[in-house]
């Protein structure tokens, strides 16, 4: 069972610029991949960014694209989404997931992760 805690949401202006955290428990967060999703008012959840296990291949939807960047630093057991750029249409819930996995996948469909954070809402003003 893993345990995923996202922190760092909040409100700013267009334009500026946020940085998301998600902290997990356990001890295997190295074999976990993770990503970021987000879910706007009355629209579906959708895969912002996704990252592999240890090598840290990353994907992006193309919402996310040259905008926003994600990482991890296993030792913390972290992933992060560093948000730039932001547009009102940015504003959501943004959800931290993770599976477990054997390769170094990147993994961008809602089903492929079993583990969900509470989630952190962003709100961009204009």
């Known amino acids: 069972q893993v345990l995923l805690v996202e922190s760092g949401g909040g409100l700013v202006q267009a334009g500026g610029s946020l940085r998301l955290s998600c902290k997990a428990s356990?001890?295997?967060?190295?074999?976990?991949?993770m990503a970021w999703f987000r879910q706007a008012p009355g629209k579906g959840r959708e895969c912002v960014a996704a990252i592999s296990k240890s090598i840290g291949r990353a994907g992006y939807g193309d919402s996310a694209k040259g905008r926003f960047t994600i990482s991890r630093d296993n030792a913390e057991n972290t992933v992060y989404l560093q948000l730039n750029s932001l547009k009102p249409e940015d504003t959501a819930v943004y959800y931290c997931?993770?599976?477990?996995?054997?390769?170094?996948?990147?993994?961008?469909?809602?089903?492929?992760?079993?583990?969900w954070g509470q989630g952190t809402q962003v709100t961009v003003s204009s």
């Open positions: 997931a993770g599976s477990y996995r054997r390769s170094e996948v990147v993994f961008t469909t809602e089903r492929s992760y079993e583990y």
């Open positions: 356990g001890r295997t967060f190295s074999s976990y991949a």
